[in-house]
């Protein structure tokens, strides 16, 4: 089993190793695009994401990860 920290420390590796920056992790209320979907994240597990797809209109799950490689915050 794994400290907080060390997961955090994992969290902020895998990050640094793709490009993103270590803090850049969806939280619920915030909006998201790839391409044409636009997407507003609904729950985060430590594994998952959960958003609503505002551009087709349906619920969507999935792996936290392939989220993360594929989605890109929206700005303000």
Do not use: C, N
Request: charged share 30%; proline share 5%; net charge positive.
């Amino acid at each position: 089993m794994t400290s907080i920290g060390q997961r955090h420390g994992l969290l902020q590796s895998r990050g640094q190793r793709q490009g993103r920056m270590p803090f850049e992790r969806p939280y619920p209320g915030q909006l998201w695009k790839h391409e044409e979907i636009r997407a507003i994240i609904v729950a985060v597990s430590p594994t998952t994401v959960s958003y609503e797809d505002l551009s087709r209109g349906r619920a969507v799950t999935k792996d936290l990860d392939d989220f993360l490689d594929t989605f890109r915050r929206m700005k303000r």
